[in-house]
Each structure stands twice: as C-alpha cells, then as structure tokens.
C-alpha cells in the first residue's frame, strides 16, 4: 500500500491501512519512518490513490480556509473607537469626530459615492477605506415633510413581498424566512427606492477585490440599515450578491424595524458579532413606532393563543366569567392596532405617500403592529455629568438624539475618556 508520512514532533502521521488511523509511532519505532515523504512496505507495491487523494484534499482545504480567513480585515465585535469614527463620517464627512483634530488629520476615507435623493427623501454615501474596505451611511429624517412622513407610514407589511414602486419596477424583497415576520412600510419602500443601487455599487467594489463593507446610520438611517443588512443577507443567499462580501452593521439610535420574528431573524443571521443597535436610554426615538402587541403576535404554543377553546372545557362560572375577561382582553389591542394601521398605514399612504411617489402601489397591511428592537444592544446610560451636559429643558425634543450626547456618553463608558 502507498503512504504519506508527514514528520512533525517526532512522530510518524503516515496512514495505516491496517489500523484505518494515523499511526502515530515515535520515529525510532517506526518502520516507515526513514523517508519524509513517502513510504512503501516491502511486502507490497500497491498504490492506494484514496488515501493520496485524501491528504491532498485535507492539505487543500486547509489552505484555503487560512487564506479564506486572511481575505477579510473587518472583524467581529462591538468597537466603540469603530461604530464612533463611521458615525462621524456619515455627520462630518470626516472619521475624525474632534473637529480641532480635523484639519491635520490623515483621513482614511474616502468618499466615491453620492447618491441621488430618491423615493421618501432618501439618500446614502459609499467611502472606501485606504485598505480597500467600504463603508456605506444611510441619511436619516431631513426637515422634509416627505422624509417625516416615510416615519409615520408604520403600517406592518410582510418581511417577504415585492413593492410596485412605479408602472415599470417592482421590488421583490426577502428580509427574513418566518412567515410571520413583519415590517415597517415606509422603511421598507426607503429600502426598495436605494437597494438597486448600493447592490451595483457593491457589485463595483467587490470586482476591484472589496470584500469588506460596514452599513452605518443613525436614527431613520440606522433603521434603514437593519432592513438593509437583512436584504443583503438574502440576496447572498439566492446567489444574487457574492457570498464570502462580508458586512458588519452599526444601527445607532434606531428606531423598531419590525415585528418580534423579524427581530428574531435578523439578530439570527448576524449572530457572532456582526450588527449592533447603540441607544442612549434617555434617547426616545429607539421606543418608537408605538407598540400593540396582540394575542396572534404571539407564539402558537401560548396557553393565551388557545384561551378561548380552553375555556370552552370549563364548568359555566368559570367560562362565563372567564370569557367575558378574554373578550375584553382581546378586544380593546384589536381595535387599536385596527386604528393604527388604518391612519399610520391607509391614512398616511393617501395623504402623503402617494403624493411623494404617484405610482407607487399601496401595498397589503398585515392585521399587527407588534414593533420590536432589533440588534445586540449597546446601551449608553446617562450618568449625572451627562445630565448636567444635556440638561432637559423642554424645547429641544431630540436633545438625546444628537450626536454629541451619544458620543459623549461612549466616550465616558466604552472609550474611558471621561470629560
């Protein structure tokens, strides 16, 4: 039989047929140890091509995992030096978030990529860092009716679907697997009037070897960027993107992207680090939309989902009582989120919507407004020195929403460079 012995800590790794192993004898004991290489017994001359074929494949594999590994410079894991240095990109143009370190700094980034302003207001940048990694920043809300208005369009649509944006473009999107996951509206249509074109852009990149991106925004843009990621990740499952780009997300002050099962898969396929939500407690835009949660939101296996066939098996006081109680329950959620998606979805479509985007197809609503935070979080707690910084007075309504409170609280609790 042919063998291959590799010698490595004084011992001999050529495969025994008749053991079906590694054989693993010290040299001075081992018969098939005075070639490096190759070893053929004396009593036969066969050459065995399985077990070559086998340690070729083992040896390929293994490079091409190491190499595979070196391919790609972002790294897993919350970098606040990282997440704060692409916010200030995206509100400065510049990584350098101290503007009296701004002028004598060496800037990594560049930008290639200015997008035009489409669908709700909707806008993005393409940087490219000087060791070939991308870096796209979604725009939040503008002091634009419109841009509010893509906001308050929370009626829930299906996580799965296609939008007809105009009478010759219809958007298919996936941005989770569960049926029951759901999605805002008019994020999702934000997503749909920008996805085209980041998607040729990464395309762009990718064939000048980029292979690295990061998807960074801030409050409607950093919502953006969760269902962004997600639309991405499903694109590269059908084949549609390249499979070994890798993206990394920084959603800062995001509000809730969808329902509980889209939360679920999106914190799912970025597990290991790859996506974060930054909130500053005081912060209340990360507690918007307005949450209902309803007993069909919930898992099927809830004792609450089945209440009322449960009820149904009890003795009359307690079904009646009990049923009253449940009718009551169920009944008041039920007619809020009917409100709900009736003027933050029909309302708002007919009144605003239409008017930014004439042929955009109002799409079907799903009976839910059950909002959920998405993302590993990366919370900033406002301590008394940020109080006395940002002190509450009543006439700024987004005093916390800002980029100075939320770099100075990452400076004090992530990068301890307290002020």
């Known amino acids: 039989m042919f063998y291959i012995c590799f010698q490595h800590m004084n011992i001999c790794h050529h ?8 054989c693993g004898t010290p040299f001075s004991r081992c018969a098939y140890s005075s070639s490096p290489l ?42 606040p030096q990282e997440y704060i240095t692409l916010l200030s990109l995206g509100f400065f143009g510049s990584s350098m978030p101290d503007s009296n370190l701004r002028k004598n700094y060496n800037e990594p980034y560049q930008k290639i990529y200015t997008s035009p302003e489409v669908g709700l207001k909707n806008k993005w940048w393409l940087y490219q860092r000087n060791d070939k990694v991308g870096a796209i920043f979604i725009r939040g809300t503008i002091g634009d009716n419109v841009s509010w208005a893509a906001n308050f369009y929370a009626g829930m649509i299906p996580a799965k679907g296609s939008l007809q944006l105009n009478d010759s473009t219809t958007f298919p999107y996936q941005l ?11 994020w999702t249509v934000a997503l749909a009037s920008m996805a085209p074109d980041m998607v040729a852009k990464i395309k762009d990149l990718y064939n000048q070897g980029v292979k690295d991106f990061y998807i960074v925004g801030h409050s409607q ?29 920084y959603c800062s002050a995001a509000p809730k992207p969808g329902n509980m099962y889209y939360a679920y898969d999106f914190e799912f396929i970025t597990k290991g680090g790859w996506a974060y ?21 919930m898992n099927p296996l809830n004792p609450l989902v089945n209440a009322k066939q449960l009820l149904k098996k009890q003795k009359f006081p307690l079904r009646f009582v009990g049923g009253i109680i449940y009718n009551k329950a169920n009944r008041k959620p039920r007619k809020a989120q009917e409100l709900y998606t009736k003027y933050l979805g029909e309302k708002v479509y007919k009144l605003a919507i239409k008017k930014a985007m004439p042929q955009l197809k109002q ?22 020195a940020y109080r ?13 929403h800002h980029f100075a409170p939320y770099y100075f609280l990452l400076k004090r609790q992530y990068l301890s460079q307290g002020e």
């Open 15 to 22: 495969y025994c047929n008749s053991l079906s192993r590694l």
């Open 38 to 79: 190759i070893h053929y017994p004396n009593y036969k001359n066969q050459l065995n091509l399985k077990n070559l074929v086998i340690a070729f494949l083992i040896g390929i594999c293994t490079l091409w995992s190491a190499n595979s590994q070196a391919q790609h410079i972002i790294q897993p894991g919350f970098d």
């Open 176 to 186: 989770a697997t569960d049926e029951k996951a759901n999605v805002h509206a008019g």
């Open 221 to 249: 843009g950093g919502v953006i960027a969760f269902l962004t990621r997600s639309y991405f990740h499903y694109l590269q499952q059908n084949g549609e993107l390249p499979k070994d780009i890798l993206f990394k997300t």
């Open 277 to 297: 939500t930054i909130v500053n407690a005081a912060d209340w835009v990360p507690e918007s939309p307005y949450t209902i949660q309803r007993i069909q939101d």
């Open 363 to 384: 799409p079907q609503y799903v009976e839910s407004v059950n909002y959920m935070r998405a993302g590993s979080p990366v919370i900033l707690l406002p301590d008394e």
């Open 388 to 400: 006395q910084r940002f002190p509450d007075n009543g006439k700024d309504f987004f005093l916390h």
